[in-house]
């Protein structure tokens, strides 16, 4: 069994504009329907997404998950580094 491929970054809020999630670039419809995809028909709308994100003006505010793992990590490196 495969791990289900996703671009999501929980940063799920809709572009009024274009229709299109701020973190992951998919309509509400592909987002309600990625279980039920074939791997092939996601890997298609996960090339599309660069695109997309490129059209949507407005940028997420609040902090996403990928970035809060990042300054995480960068956080723990920092404490494990002798002074």
């Known amino acids: 069994m ?8 929980l940063v799920c809020s809709i572009d009024d504009k274009t229709g299109y999630c701020f973190g992951c670039g998919r309509t509400r419809g592909e ?3 990625w279980m039920g995809y074939a791997d092939h028909e996601r890997r298609e709308i996960m090339n599309a ?15 996403t998950k990928r970035q ?16």
């Open 49 to 63: 997404l660069p695109a997309r994100l490129a059209l949507i003006e407005r940028k997420p505010r609040r902090e």
């Open 31 to 33: 987002i309600g329907g």
């Open 2 to 9: 495969s791990t289900m491929i996703s671009p999501c970054i």
């Open 68 to 83: 809060r793992l990042a300054r995480d990590l960068a956080r723990q490196e920092q404490e494990q580094t002798p002074a």
